[in-house]
């Protein structure tokens, strides 16, 4: 009789269990496929939008959605190489492109590094990758460097004093020019919004952002600035209000190195590619601090990454 009540028990318990199981796992499952599908939308357009980027290219990259979304509600996507096993990253990289959405190659370039970063990932660093901040920019029939609410997301970011610096320096230093429109107010946008709330919770050490077609790069921040990085030298543009250098760099004390690609509709080549890289995380080896400002210097074997 006892054996036959724990038997029952044992049933009932087991039923209970998948139940329960399942009620659980359910929403996960589900919850996956639909950013898969999420996911898998977006690389279509973007394939079918960039020469240099194929569908299936992007798909490897096995994306991650996150809460950012565009105005017109696409995933801004993320990459991100955690720390590996038994190895502490010298700190944490925060990589983005596609801020201007007529900025074809800044996008194109990002997806030639998360390859050599999917083969090489050697938790040198903590990477967190966006590669597309602003889908709507690029994604529409005609790609425009603004969001779809046509501001410029770069002139967007929250400084002090915003009306007075960004919104005074559109009117009076680019005679409104609709392409630098910085919004109706500091991180009215969405993208922008996401971006500085990324940065909140991820802290990176340093920040770098891929832009075109100025031929340059240019720091803003602590840290000695690079002098080239490939076949692009250092050259000071001037801090813009309401840029991410302006935010991130001045404001928020994060070295943020911005690297301005030769042309905006074609790519470089695949040395220089290579070269802009090598040199970017020779750079970052030797910049990148910890949270106790202490630099971290040759304390690691050569890397590919
Ligand atoms: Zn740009």
């Known amino acids: 009789m006892l054996d036959y009540f724990l038997i029952i028990m044992n049933i009932n318990m087991l039923f209970l269990l998948k139940t329960t199981l399942l009620i659980f796992l359910f929403p996960l499952v589900l919850n996956a496929d639909t950013n898969n599908h999420i996911v898998k939308n977006q690389c279509e357009k973007i394939g ?167 031929g340059l790069i240019d720091h803003d921040g602590p840290r000695a600035a690079p002098d080239k990085f490939g076949s692009l030298p250092l050259s000071y543009l001037g801090t813009y209000p309401g840029s991410l250098g302006n935010f991130a760099g001045v404001q928020r004390q994060i070295p943020t190195i911005t690297v301005e690609l030769s042309y905006a509709g074609i790519m470089p080549t695949k040395e220089e590619i290579s070269n802009i890289w090598g040199d970017m995380v020779g750079w970052l080896r030797k910049n990148i601090v910890e949270n106790d400002g202490n630099v971290i210097q040759e304390n690691y074997d050569y890397d590919p990454e």
């Open 48 to 214: 079918n939008k960039l020469g240099s980027v194929s569908i299936q290219e992007c798909m490897d990259m096995k994306f991650s959605t996150t809460e950012g979304q565009s105005v017109k509600g696409d995933p801004i996507l993320l990459k991100e190489y955690p720390p590996l096993e038994n190895r502490l990253p010298l700190g944490k990289v925060l990589l983005i492109g596609g801020t201007h959405g007529d900025e074809y190659s800044s996008v194109s370039v990002v997806f030639k590094w998360l390859n050599i970063l999917n083969k090489h990932h050697s938790g040198l660093f903590h990477w967190h990758i966006v590669p597309l901040l602003n889908p709507d920019g690029l994604l529409r029939k005609n790609s425009q460097r603004m969001n779809e609410n046509n501001v410029d997301l770069n002139r967007n970011f929250p400084i002090p004093d915003w009306e007075n610096t960004a919104i005074k320096y559109w009117i009076d230093k680019k005679g409104k020019d609709p392409r630098y429109y910085p919004g109706p107010e500091a991180l009215s946008e969405p993208e922008s919004n996401w971006l500085v709330g990324h940065i909140n919770t991820f802290r990176p050490d340093v920040i770098v952002a891929i832009h075109a077609p100025y």
